[in-house]
Structure formats: C-alpha cells, structure tokens
C-alpha cells in the first residue's frame, strides 16, 4: 500500500506496487493485453493511492494546527514556528495575515526576514490571481429581470412615461340631454301652449 511521505505531498511506493504501476502502463498503451489479475491489482493500487492521499491532508492539517500553537506561543518559539511555517509554505499552506504579523515583529531574525518577503511575494500573487468582478448596486439588479427594464410583477400604471390605454368605443351613441330630460309641456291657461291667443312656440333643436 503506497504511504504519504511528509506533509509536502509526496508518497512512497514499494516494489510490488512499482510492478502493478509500469503493468498499468502498458495496459494503458495496448488495452487488449489486459488480463483479469491486471484490471483488479489496478484498482488495488487506486485504492490504496486514494487512501494515502487522505492521510497526507491529515497529516498537512496536523502540521497547521502545530504551527498555529508554535505562533501563539512567540517569541518564546520562535524556531520552531519558522520550520514549521517553511515546512507548511513547502506543503502548500498560503501565508495567513497572523503569519505575516508574526514574520513582521520577528524580522530582526534573518530567517523570519527571508520568509517575510516570501510570504509577501505569495500574497501578492493571490492578489493578482483573484478574478475582477464589478459590483452591481442591488437597485439595478432588478432592471435585468425583462427586456426594458422592468420586471415581470411591475405595474404599467405606474410608470409616467407610458400613455394610458385607450377605452374601446361605445357599442350605441350617447344619448343628447334633450333625450335624457325632454322639454315639460306648459300648463293649459292664458300663455300656455293651450291657449289659441298666445303666439306658436318654436322647439329648441335639440
């Protein structure tokens, strides 16, 4: 079974596991060649190097705690901290802000001056290797929703630069008041309409 080799990633392999490896290599370059015993001694072996990948960030997780506890404890420790610290830049670890703070008041020590500017170098990297993105104020995010800007729950009401809808047309004219209230007839007598002496009325056009 392979095993980890530090915590910087690496691991070991005996000779058996060497064999299965140049026989996976030849597998892979004349696939019909392969055997039964050749298919399960590979998936052996990828299994076993599954399981020693696990134990090599179990391993890269103890070393961080470790130097957590060194840099907690400076300047009383401060050689171990900066083993470890070299050890874990080895391992993959990126410099931390409390990394850079120790390295700061430590950088009288030639070699915590060596692995400040180090530790700078690879945040500065960081730096550089994040992606851009551009902020959208969260009052024009909702502008995206529909073509036009406006989405989909918005009110047509509401907005004043858009013209009222118009009202369909009546199905029958509107009726004139002269229908609505029609003239009252006067009462019979002298100058009413039965009266033979008054003169004849003219009817409003209505």
């Known amino acids: 079974m392979p095993t980890p080799y530090g915590s910087r990633g690496g691991m070991a392999f005996g000779a058996d596991e060497l064999r299965v490896l140049r026989r996976a290599l030849a597998v892979a370059l004349h696939p019909s060649k392969a055997t039964a015993e050749d298919v399960q001694n590979c998936l052996d072996l990828a299994d076993g190097i599954d399981e020693a990948v696990s134990e090599s960030e179990r391993l890269r997780e103890f070393l961080l705690d470790d130097l957590g506890r060194y840099r907690a ?24 802000v409390d990394d850079l703070a120790a390295l700061r008041a430590l950088r009288g020590n030639p070699a915590a001056a060596a692995l400040l500017d180090r530790c700078r170098a690879l945040a500065e990297q960081d730096v550089r290797a994040k992606p851009v993105t551009r902020h959208v104020p969260a009052s024009r995010t909702h502008l995206l929703a529909l073509p036009g800007g406006r989405t989909a729950n918005a009110d047509p009401a509401a907005d004043p630069k858009k013209p009222a809808p118009q009202r369909p047309a009546p199905s029958r004219p509107v009726p004139t008041p002269a229908e609505v209230f029609p003239p009252k007839r006067r009462p019979a007598g002298p100058g009413g309409t039965d009266d033979p002496a008054a003169p004849p009325q003219k009817l409003a056009a209505g």
């Open 73 to 96: 404890a400076l300047p009383g420790t401060t050689a171990g901290y900066l083993r470890l610290l070299a050890d874990a830049l080895a391992a993959g670890h990126r410099p931390e």
